[in-house]
C-alpha cells in the first residue's frame, strides 16, 4: 500500500512569501502530525489533525497553521516567511488520533528561504 | 517537561560488530516509544515500537529494550553492516490525551559502520 505523501519534495521561497505543504497520510489513516526539522533544533512538533480538527499544537507562532480536509489530506502554511524557517518538514500519519500502533513518515519537503 | 537525550551522538563501528545505542527520557509517562531511523536528506523509517506495558521488541537484527523505571531505551543492533549507516533516532509519545499526536525526539546518534 502507499506511504505517506508529501508533496513538493524541494521548495525554495524568498522571505516574506507564503508557502503551502501538502501531506497524504496511508490510505485509512485518519491523524496526521507534522514537525519541523533543523540541525540546531532537531525535530519539533508543529501541529497534529484528527477529523479535520486541530488535536495538539506545539510551540510555534501564529505564522504556522494547517488544516485536513474531509479526506485526511493535510496541509500546512507558513505566512511571512523568515530565513530560520529553513528545514525539513516531515509529516505523520496513525490510523486515530491516540493510536498505539505508532506513527509512519513521510520523505519530507526541503524549505529553503532565501 | 520531558526531555529526550540520545548518547553517543556519533558512532563509527567495523562491519561485523554488534552494537548498543542509548536513549533516556526524564518522564516515565510515556505511552510508547519508537526507535527510527533516517537517511541523510530523507523521511523517518519506523524500526521498532513498544509500547509502555512492553519490556523489548525485536525485528531481524534490531532488539529494543524499554525500562520505564529508569526512562530508559537501548536498540541493540546485531552484526552490523554499511547498510545499518544512517542516524537513528527515539522519540516518546507521553501519556494524556493532550500528547496525541506529538512525539518528543532525541537528537539521534549517527552511525557509520566500515567494511
Known amino acids: 500500500k502507499a506511504g505517506v505523501t508529501q508533496t513538493p519534495r524541494y521548495l525554495i521561497k524568498t522571505r516574506g512569501q507564503q508557502v503551502t505543504l501538502s501531506c497524504s497520510p496511508i490510505?485509512?489513516?485518519?491523524?496526521v502530525s507534522w514537525y519541523q526539522q533543523t540541525p540546531g533544533q532537531g525535530l519539533q512538533f508543529l501541529f497534529e489533525?484528527?477529523?479535520?480538527?486541530?488535536?495538539n499544537k506545539g510551540n510555534f507562532p501564529g505564522r504556522f497553521s494547517g488544516r485536513q480536509f474531509s479526506n485526511s489530506r493535510s496541509e500546512m502554511n507558513v505566512s511571512t516567511l523568515e530565513l530560520g524557517d529553513s528545514a525539513l518538514y516531515l509529516c505523520?500519519?496513525?490510523?486515530?488520533?491516540?493510536?498505539?500502533?505508532?506513527?509512519?513518515f513521510g520523505s519530507g519537503t526541503r524549505l529553503t528561504v532565501v | 517537561k520531558q526531555e529526550v537525550t540520545q548518547i553517543p551522538a556519533a558512532l563509527s563501528v567495523p562491519e561485523g560488530e554488534n552494537l548498543v545505542l542509548n536513549c533516556s527520557f526524564t518522564?516515565?509517562?510515556?505511552?510508547?516509544l519508537q526507535w527510527f531511523r533516517q537517511d541523510p536528506g530523507k523521511g523517518l523509517t519506523s524500526l521498532l515500537l513498544i509500547q509502555s506495558s512492553q519490556r523489548e521488541q525485536t525485528s531481524g537484527r534490531l532488539n529494543a529494550s524499554l525500562d520505564k523505571s529508569s526512562g530508559r531505551s537501548t536498540l541493540y543492533i546485531a552484526a552490523s553492516q554499511p547498510g545499518d549507516s544512517a542516524t537513528y533516532l527515539c522519540a516518546v509519545r507521553r501519556t494524556g490525551s493532550s500528547n496525541t499526536g506529538k512525539l518528543i525526539f532525541g537528537q539521534g546518534t549517527t552511525l557509520q559502520v566500515k567494511p
Open positions: 489533525y484528527f477529523s479535520e480538527t486541530q488535536r
Open positions: 505523520a500519519s496513525s490510523l486515530v488520533t491516540g493510536d498505539s500502533g505508532g506513527y509512519t
Open positions: 490510505s485509512g489513516h485518519r491523524s
Open positions: 518522564d516515565s509517562a510515556i505511552y510508547n
